[in-house]
């Protein structure tokens, strides 16, 4: 059974390398490996799989090239929520962290990026920019997707605020009109706030409730009073 599931894998890891350009074979790769992670008993398997843990330690579009091609965008979401499922599976949270850090490098380069917008507003034009800040929050809304417990909503809240919150208000403010950029970023804002699974429990002395919901009305607010103006409506 397991030689299988390593066949199976490594069959995934292969699609979803070489057959990037094709919409139709990195959506039924997908699927059938969203169904792998989805059994319980095929997930605790598959992270005994070293097919499985060489995914989830190279996971980027360096590795995988269907995430560079523009009309997959949205299985990126469904890429990242596969891997989220496998990574909450357990309590390691070091695996977690170390998952993450690759994120961490993303968020760097697009704050860099916004800076350097400042000085040089033509900057925001950047397609390689735009493109970044839409990747990254459709492959955070996976993640966040699937953390359904608080123990892995809270890993992830206290792994992106305060610290990345900065930025995600900087892309709303330069890209409000710009809804391929904004879109993703009110639909991870949406999946960030959705207590679905009754994930969002903080410890009762913090004040994370309300910090979640004071920084999802600042970026609502600043989208909404945007696009309520007379020159953009």
């Not at 039924?28 to 499985?52: D, G, P, Q, V, W």
């Not at 900087?170 to 009754?198: A, D, G």
Request: glycine share 4%; net charge positive.
């Amino acid at each position: 059974h397991m030689s299988v599931l390593n066949r199976m894998v490594e069959k995934i890891a292969t699609n979803l390398q070489r057959w990037g350009d094709s919409h139709t074979v990195t959506h039924k790769t997908l699927a059938l490996f969203y169904e792998l992670a989805n059994s319980h008993s095929s997930t605790r398997l598959m992270l005994t799989s070293n097919s499985i843990n060489l995914i989830l330690a190279n996971h980027t579009e360096a590795h995988f090239q269907f995430m560079a091609v523009p009309s997959n965008g949205r299985l990126r979401t469904l890429y990242y929520a596969i891997l989220g499922r496998l990574l909450t599976f357990d309590d390691m949270k070091a695996r977690w962290e170390a998952f993450m850090a690759p994120f961490d490098i993303t968020w760097a380069r697009l704050g860099a990026g916004l800076q350097e917008a400042v000085a040089n507003p033509a900057k925001l034009n950047d397609p390689d920019l735009q493109r970044m800040a839409v990747g990254l929050f459709r492959d955070l809304r996976g993640i966040i997707d699937a953390a359904l417990s608080p123990r892995a909503y809270n890993w992830f809240f206290d792994w992106i605020y305060p610290t990345h919150f900065p930025v995600i208000q900087r892309c709303m403010e330069v890209w409000w009109h710009n809804k391929k950029v904004t879109s993703p970023i009110l639909k991870f804002l949406s999946e960030l706030s959705y207590n679905k699974s009754q994930r969002l429990v903080f410890n009762p002395s913090s004040p994370n409730g309300i910090l979640l919901f004071r920084e999802a009305s600042q970026l609502i607010c600043m989208f909404g009073n945007n696009v309520m103006q007379p020159a953009y409506s």
